[in-house]
């Protein structure tokens, strides 16, 4: 007997952390690991970085661009971070969920609440570094930003915890392959929600309601 299953719908992760705090490294690794999971690849105006490839780590545009994108409606949520836009595609969000697909969005604290607000039952993850001075450690040692920047990015860390309490998930990265682990159960678990299990097995739990003793 088959299990008759229903159309599956993907869940949404929003995962934020503070700069630093090793998010970016997490997700690449989580997302190599586990079969249909995919990371949204947001637009941005902030300088390409040397490391970086526009459409796989982000889509680089200006802010005219950007400008246009919002006025179209076309991000499902957006924010200033460091004096540069983010924002995350609706249409790509929305067309890959529907596939069946887990979508992982990078954002910040305040594209999670925008997505809240849009999807309730998204399941939010909260990065922690072990340490305020581990962060900047870390953010010394990439070599990315000016000593100004990176004094204003340990800042903004406080600000970015402080919020903490509004996600559904925490992990401290403090041992990469523990934090790793920990992902893996939250995204598993995701899967396993009843929201998710009778959307997939509609057909199957009707069945069994309509059963007579």
Known sequence: MGNNKGEEIGNLYVIAAPSGAGKTTLVEALVDSIPKLTVSISHTTRPKRPNEMHGINYYFIN??????????????EHATIFDHDY?????????????????????????????????PHSIGIFILPPSLEDLRTRLTKRNQDHPDVIKKRVADARETVS???EFEYVIVNDDFMNALQDLKMVIEAGRLSAKRQTAKYAQMIANLETMTS
């Open 63 to 76: 802010n005219n661009e950007f400008d246009e994108m919002i006025k179209h409606d076309d991000f499902l």
């Open 87 to 119: 924002g995350t595609s609706k249409r790509w969000v929305e067309d890959t969920l529907a596939k069946g697909i887990d979508v992982i969005l990078e954002i910040d604290w305040q594209g999670h609440q925008q997505i809240k607000h849009l999807f």
């Open 163 to 165: 919020h903490i309490q």
